[in-house]
């Protein structure tokens, strides 16, 4: 049966510069929601990468004396680097100045333009070049930017422009058709009342006052505007061509989910689906805007002065601290806060006391009191079945909360067995229940406890409760709970009228002879064993020395190291068979056969050398095969 797809896509991170733990952030939440897609038995795609063009990174390159190109391959590759330090397991890192990208580019701008879809135009407005955003007056707040808050600039020039409006009831449609695909809640109605319902202006999707860019293929002087290039590589990088797409595209569009930031949400649920559309695509199964991490309540930025870098935090806290810090702290749907006093805090409290705790707690009393073997006694009391239901119960939990991007809370149900757990410990008091023998009942049963004493298997000891009378091995069954409960001396005399002092000195003899047999029939074994070990001992001693001087002997030895081995500790060590059994890691039995082997090996390469000798090595009561192997 072939496993049920699941692609996951990331926004690819502007490389304006190096990320900071906010932005850091959504490739750690995207890792976690692929990891445990992975651990449910879905065929995942991850994908995530870097957005390489637009005027603000041609006026960088430009202020640091380097070509554009230069530039954005130091950006990418610092931003790979601390997604590689995060740990994370991103199939496929994209860029988009790779060629393949660009060449598709070009051709979807072509296909909206035959279309219909776009047309040429001027613009003029205002522009944030930080944000690479044109803005209408009533958009702007405080006469600034109403995403990042710096200051606009009027801008003119030649532009093409795609019909978002064409779009616009069909959108509104769609939304409101299909709940899941804006998530959180309170995204999907900000994009519709605030943005879609007042009505949608035709998008500028190409530039002519810088050239950092791919250019339009059918009037080179422009290059495509940054969302057109930027959105589209969730499919130029899955086999999408408007010429004929191959069937890994086939196989994984459309997307399961887009993970964004909230500050894009609108890019990725507005002008996306139009785009698809054009392209007469299917839009995602989810677009998820995700909130922001914060430091001390405050938006994170480099301009601000207060930028954390996700790997100076690995330096100091380790990458799965830092890793369950993010996961956990950001709520579904508002900001999260970080500071390193709450890092320190949320470190010590959960995965040292919690988790650590009780991970350090039971390994140690495993190993003091069971000799690090841990099995299963079957006992289960009230206060076993809570913590029982409990686990049982939590793959359940976790998964609703995944299904819904709670990451944070899919945590909290984890930590909540994880915290009944180290209660269960204090409640129960094992390191108590191992001092006390009258305690042991709950820890061993007491079949497991005789045949550990006296040293023999459950197959024996089954085998030998055949040879006893009904009655007897009735008083066994009960005794020991085999295929029943395990019933005391007491429940035992009542069963057969009589007394438990009867019972006990009945049981006691009855399980004395069952393990006398036992030792017997080992003994009787063993002392078999012992005899074919020393007869074949003596031939092979024997037949060494004729075949010492024999080549094709010696070579068959070479090739034969367990045969060498057995020969050796015949012949040079003369080990008995108890020590040869252990230096081979064999059980007697296989040493015999293996020396059975040996010995028509040596009749064999005898009977070559001297056929006439061979008869002084052979039995009256033993047949000898007398060919090579």
């Not at 380790?318 to 702290?329: S, T």
């Not at 900001?335 to 890092?343: A, K, S």
């Not at 299904?403 to 269960?424: C, Q, T």
């Not at 024996?460 to 020991?480: I, T």
Request: with cysteine; net charge negative; hydrophobic share 35%.
């Amino acid at each position: 049966m072939d496993k049920k797809k699941y692609y996951i896509t990331t926004a690819i991170a502007y490389t304006s510069g190096k990320p900071h733990i906010g932005n850091t952030y959504e490739i750690v939440l995207a890792d976690a929601i692929a990891r445990y897609k992975r651990q449910k038995g879905f065929d995942v795609y991850f994908q995530t990468g870097t957005d390489e063009h637009g005027e603000k990174i041609e006026l960088k390159a430009k202020e640091r004396g380097i070509s554009p190109k230069e530039f954005v391959d130091e950006v990418s590759t610092e931003i790979k680097r601390i997604w590689d330090i995060m740990n994370t397991s991103y199939d496929k890192f994209v860029r988009t100045t790779d060629p393949h990208h660009e060449k598709i580019v070009q051709k979807i701008f072509d296909k909206m333009y035959n279309k219909g879809d776009i047309y040429k135009g001027e613009y003029s407005g205002l522009y944030c070049t930080p944000c690479e955003s044109f803005w209408t007056e009533s958009q702007l707040v405080d006469g600034k930017c109403p995403d990042c808050g710096r200051e606009v600039e009027e801008k003119k020039e030649e532009a093409y422009f795609f019909k978002l409006s064409k779009y616009q009831d069909r959108l509104v449609k769609y939304i409101e058709e299909h709940p899941n695909f804006i998530q959180p809640e309170s995204r999907k109605n900000e994009m519709l009342n605030n943005f879609i319902k007042p009505g949608l202006q035709d998008l500028c999707v190409s530039r002519t006052s810088f050239d950092w860019g791919i250019p339009v293929d059918i009037d080179p002087k422009h290059v495509v505007y940054v969302w057109l290039d930027a959105l589209t590589n969730y499919i130029t990088n899955i086999g999408y061509d408007p010429d004929g797409s191959s069937s890994e595209f086939n196989k994984w569009w459309p997307a399961d989910l887009h993970l964004i930031g909230k500050d894009i949400i609108r890019f990725h649920t507005i002008y996306w689906p139009c785009f698809l559309w054009s392209l007469d695509l299917e839009l995602p199964k989810q677009v998820f805007g995700h909130p922001w991490l914060l430091t001390n309540n405050d938006k994170i930025g480099k301009s601000r002065g207060n930028a954390i870098y996700a790997d100076d935090l690995v330096d100091l806290f380790g990458v799965d601290a830092v890793r369950y810090y993010v996961l956990h702290e950001i709520p579904f749907a508002n900001d999260g806060n970080l500071t390193y006093e709450l890092l320190i805090e949320r470190t010590n409290t959960d995965l040292a006391n919690t988790l650590g705790n009780l991970v350090n707690r039971t390994i140690s009393m495993a190993n003091k009191y069971f000799d690090g073997q841990v099995t299963n006694k079957k006992v289960c009391d009230d206060l076993d079945k809570e913590l029982i239901d409990m686990v049982n119960a939590l793959d359940g939990k976790v998964e609703k909360r995944m299904e819904k991007l709670e990451i944070g809370f899919a945590l909290d149900e984890i930590f909540e067995v994880l915290r009944r757990s180290n209660k269960y410990i204090d409640e129960t008091m094992p390191w108590s229940l191992a001092k006390k023998e009258d305690k042991k009942e709950k820890e061993q049963s007491k079949l497991d406890k005789f045949l550990t004493v006296n040293k023999i298997t459950k197959e024996q000891f089954m085998n030998a409760l055949n040879n006893l009378s009904e009655v007897d091995r009735g008083v066994v069954l009960m005794y020991f709970g085999i295929n029943q409960k395990e019933k005391s001396l007491l429940e035992i005399a009542k069963t057969f009228k009589t007394t438990p002092a009867e019972v006990k000195n009945s049981l006691t003899n009855i399980l004395k002879n069952i393990n006398n047999t036992i030792k017997n029939k080992d003994k009787n074994k063993t002392d078999k064993l012992d005899d074919l070990y020393q007869n074949a001992k003596g031939k092979l001693s024997k037949m060494y020395k004729l075949l010492m001087a024999n080549a094709a002997f010696m070579m068959f030895l070479q090739t034969n190291p367990i045969m060498q081995q057995i020969l050796l500790s015949i012949t040079n060590f003369n080990y008995d068979l108890d020590m040869t059994s252990r230096i081979l890691g064999m059980k007697k039995e296989e040493v015999i056969s293996n020396l059975n082997v040996l010995t028509n090996v040596c009749y064999g390469y005898i009977s070559d050398m001297n056929k006439e000798k061979t008869t002084e090595f052979e039995d009256d009561n033993e047949k000898t095969v007398g060919r090579r192997y």
